[in-house]
């Protein structure tokens, strides 16, 4: 049974920082792409970054130079470090796992995902 679980939301003021984990269990960790979305309330859910299994990574202009994904395949372990954040930033932020080896950015390629982590940001 394919498990993807987030842990490291939470509140912050403007410019801060966070560190979203991903913790993946059920399945091989190094054989899918792996991608964040967000989404923020009354708003649909937003692609934010994708790394696929040779740890190629593409990230969404609106947070290009601020997040890193990271992965550890050792310890089953998929990270978001967010950097200089902003109040539009808010949003329940999720883990996912692709159908593929390779990334896409439509939310439907994405098989499992997880239950969510709340990242608030305060100006």
């Known amino acids: 049974q394919v498990q993807l679980v987030e842990s490291g939301g939470g509140s912050v003021q403007a410019r801060g920082s966070l560190r979203l984990s991903c913790t993946a269990s059920?399945?091989?960790?190094?054989?899918?792409?792996l991608a964040w979305f967000r989404q923020a309330p009354r708003q649909e859910r937003e692609w934010v970054v994708t790394i696929n299994t040779d740890g190629n990574t593409r990230y969404a202009e609106s947070v290009k130079g601020r997040f890193t994904i990271s992965k550890d395949n050792a310890k089953n372990t998929l990270y978001l470090q967010m950097d200089s954040l902003k109040p539009e930033d808010t949003a329940m932020y999720y883990c996912?796992?692709?159908?593929?080896?390779?990334?896409?950015?439509?939310?439907?390629?994405?098989?499992?995902w997880g239950q969510g982590t709340q990242v608030t940001v305060s100006s």
């Open positions: 996912a796992r692709g159908r593929w080896r390779a990334c896409l950015t439509t939310s439907s390629t994405y098989v499992y």
């Open positions: 059920g399945y091989t960790f190094s054989s899918y792409c």
